[in-house]
């Protein structure tokens, strides 16, 4: 009986530390006073990140961040690029391309990267536009910022500049 419950244990702390090492990149939440965004922030380590076949390849799906799918909550029913958007928790999905990204909040949350997207399509939200504007410095580092009308995602020498204005 002790040989049962000592292997049961030993099993217990083995999957309890394989599954805490999913996650491979640092993960961040930013706060303001009505909008939240958590995310996965993956590093460049030298190597192309957005173009035809970059670790991002343009016109390719991607979580927007590291692991899980980045979440965002609004405390506000708010325009979203150009969209009305109810206040709610959303995974951030992203479309990267050379002028523009598309931009997909879907209410499943709890994704897994982008892996289940396209089982997932039918709980699209909204599907926007964001301008990509050309850094002249590299972002070693994936990077979401709060503006006062705006996320903005930054990495590489790429910043994508999502609207976003709550109705007061």
Not at 104 to 129: F, H, R
Request: hydrophobic share 40%.
């Amino acid at each position: 009986m002790k040989q049962t419950i000592t292997l049961a244990i030993l099993m217990l702390l083995t999957f309890t530390s394989v599954f805490a090492k999913d996650r491979t990149s640092k993960h961040t939440t930013l706060k303001n006073d009505w909008m939240s965004v958590t995310y996965g922030q993956p590093m460049k380590k030298g190597r192309v990140i957005f173009s035809e076949t970059g670790l991002v390849p343009f016109g390719q799906i991607w979580r927007t961040g590291a692991d899980e799918a980045t979440e965002v909550t609004l405390t506000k029913d708010c325009m979203f690029a150009g969209h009305q958007l109810k206040a709610g928790t959303y995974t951030l999905i992203t479309k990267p391309g050379k002028a523009e990204w598309t931009v997909i909040l879907n209410s499943k949350l709890g994704q897994w990267g982008a892996y289940d997207y396209e089982k997932n399509i039918a709980t699209n939200v909204i599907e926007g536009t964001a301008t990509v504007k050309q850094l002249d410095k590299v972002v070693e580092t994936f990077t979401i910022t709060l503006e006062k009308e705006a996320i903005v995602l930054s990495w590489d020498q790429t910043s994508v500049i999502i609207p976003v204005k709550s109705f007061n």
